[in-house]
C-alpha cells in the first residue's frame, strides 16, 4: 500500500524535495504538505477509505482530528468508518475542543492527523479532549516520520524514514542551502 499512497502523494504534488523547517522545528529534506491532497477529492477520499480500512479491527466510536490539517482526512476517514467526526482547533495558542462538541465519558477515539514527525500535536489533541475521559484507542496517519519512536498506537499509510536534523546539526545548512517553512504560507523562513 506504501508506493500506491506515496504515488497519490506525488500525483497531488504533495511530496517537496529540498530543505525544509518543520512545525517541530527540527530540518529535513523532505516535506509532506497534504493540503495539496485536498485540492483532489477523489484521492483525499482514496486516502480516507484506506484509513478506514487500516481500523476496520479497532472498536472504536468517533474520530478527532486537530485542525486545520487534518480536519479534511479526519472527516473522509470518519465518513468511511461510517463514525461520528470532531475536530479540535486552536485558540490563542492552544488546541481546544470547540462548537459546542463533546465526548461522553469513556467514548472510544481514534485521532486522526495527516502527518505525524514528533507526536507534539497528537498530545495537544489528547490534551484538549482530556476532560472529557475519553478512551484514545489509536493514532492514525496519512504519513508516519517517527519510526515508532513514540507512545501512540500509530496506524499509517505510509512510513518514511525520518530523515530529520536538528537547525544547530544540519548538512543542509552547513551547504548554505536556504531553508524554506512550508506550512500554511509557504514563506520563507531564515536559516
Ligand atoms: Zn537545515
Not at 485540492?39 to 468517533?62: M, R, V
Not at 507534539?120 to 484538549?128: G, N, V, Y
Not at 548538512?171 to 531553508?179: D, F, M, R, S, Y
Request: glycine letters at 6%; one cysteine or more; hydrophobic letters at 35%.
Amino acid at each position: 500500500m506504501t508506493n500506491e499512497v506515496l504515488k497519490l502523494l506525488e500525483q497531488a504534488q504533495g511530496v517537496l524535495h529540498g530543505h525544509f523547517c518543520l512545525t517541530s522545528g527540527l530540518h529535513s529534506d523532505i516535506y509532506f504538505q497534504c493540503a495539496k491532497l485536498y485540492q483532489y477529492p477523489e484521492i483525499t477520499e482514496q486516502l480516507g477509505s484506506k484509513l478506514a480500512e487500516l481500523l476496520k479491527d479497532i472498536d472504536f466510536d468517533t474520530i478527532v482530528a486537530p485542525a486545520i490539517g487534518a480536519v479534511i482526512i479526519g472527516y473522509e476517514t470518519a465518513k468511511n468508518a461510517h463514525k461520528r467526526n470532531l475536530f479540535v482547533e486552536r485558540k490563542d495558542g492552544i488546541m481546544q475542543l470547540r462548537r459546542g462538541y463533546s465526548l461522553k465519558k469513556g467514548e472510544k477515539v481514534v485521532i486522526i492527523e495527516d502527518v505525524i514527525t514528533t507526536a507534539r500535536t497528537i498530545k495537544e489533541t489528547i490534551d484538549a479532549i482530556k476532560e472529557f475521559e475519553p478512551e484514545i484507542v489509536a493514532v492514525g496517519c496519512i504519513v508516519d516520520r517517527t519510526k515508532g519512536k513514540t507512545e501512540y498506537n500509530i496506524k499509517s499509510l505510509l512510513q518514511i524514514d525520518p530523515v530529520v536534523y536538528e537547525p544547530d546539526n544540519c548538512p543542509l545548512c552547513k551547504e548554505g542551502i536556504p531553508v524554506v517553512k512550508p506550512g500554511s504560507r509557504e514563506e520563507k523562513a531564515k536559516a
